[in-house]
T-cell receptor, first 113, second 112 residues
Framework: EAQVTQNPRYLITVTGKKLTVTCSQN?????MSWYRQDPGLGLRQIYY???????DKGDVPEGYKVSRKEKRNFPLILESPSPNQTSLYFC????????????FGDGTRLSIL | GESVGLHLPTLSVQEGDNSIINCAYS??????FIWYKQESGKGPQFIID?????DKRQGQRVTVLLNKTVKHLSLQIAATQPGDSAVYFC???????????FGQGTRLTINP
């Protein structure tokens, strides 16, 4: 089954404790992206990757890092999480961008205390 | 930059009625548009897309209309069912762009 898989689905942690949210897709997609979703603000892009070893900042990259060492995986790293990063996070992938819809994972709810 | 907005944050319709969700975009260079459905606890799910060389596209019980003159698109859902209750997002991009811009979503509630 074609899917985007995120882990963990839920995480409660404390300020400053490094965490990684993994994202994996099995569709051989080139484009991958991370979003955060907050009430009243909609989906905002954090980082994206056009292909292996190619990553770029989205609209709200501060406090986040990503890597794209292989095509299927695109982990999101919070080196020193803060409470304002409490949010619902989505990973998405697509073959291209301008002519193909993105497929989303089911989300990761992060709470930073 | 590009912005995408939905006209109503919430919409309630009776089961069996048709519903229309509207969306406006700002960038006249946008040439690819997507509608997503997000149910509680899940990620956005692709419903239907349309390219700027079309003004209408139909799927199963859904129709998307695109008016490039006024930079407006709409999602029509025919004969709504309880399972249609969700938040609906429109998104826009253009060939060569590196991001998809999302509207804030309309919550559709189906009343029995």
């Amino acid at each position: 089954e074609a899917q985007v898989t995120q882990n963990p689905r839920y995480l409660i942690t404390v300020t400053g404790k490094k965490l990684t949210v993994t994202c994996s897709q099995n569709m051989n997609h080139e484009y991958m992206s991370w979003y955060r979703q907050d009430p009243g603000l909609g989906l905002r892009q954090i980082y994206y990757s056009m292909n292996v070893e190619v990553t770029d900042k989205g609209d709200v990259p501060e406090g986040y890092k990503v890597s794209r060492k292989e095509k299927r995986n695109f982990p999101l790293i919070l080196e020193s999480p803060s409470p304002n990063q409490t949010s619902l996070y989505f990973c998405a992938s697509s073959q291209g961008l301008g002519n193909q819809p993105q497929h989303f994972g089911d989300g990761t709810r992060l709470s930073i205390l | 930059g590009e912005s995408v907005g939905l006209h109503l944050p919430t919409l309630s319709v009776q089961e069996g009625d048709n519903s229309i969700i509207n969306c406006a975009y700002s960038n006249s260079a946008s040439d690819y548009f997507i509608w997503y459905k997000q149910e509680s606890g899940k990620g956005p799910q692709f419903i239907i897309d349309i390219r700027s060389n079309m003004d209408k596209r139909q799927g199963q019980r859904v129709t998307v209309l695109l008016n490039k003159t006024v930079k407006h698109l709409s999602l029509q859902i025919a004969a709504t069912q309880p399972g249609d209750s969700a938040v609906y997002f429109c998104a826009a991009t253009n060939t060569g762009a590196q991001k998809l811009v999302f509207g804030q979503g309309t919550r559709l509630t189906i009343n029995p």
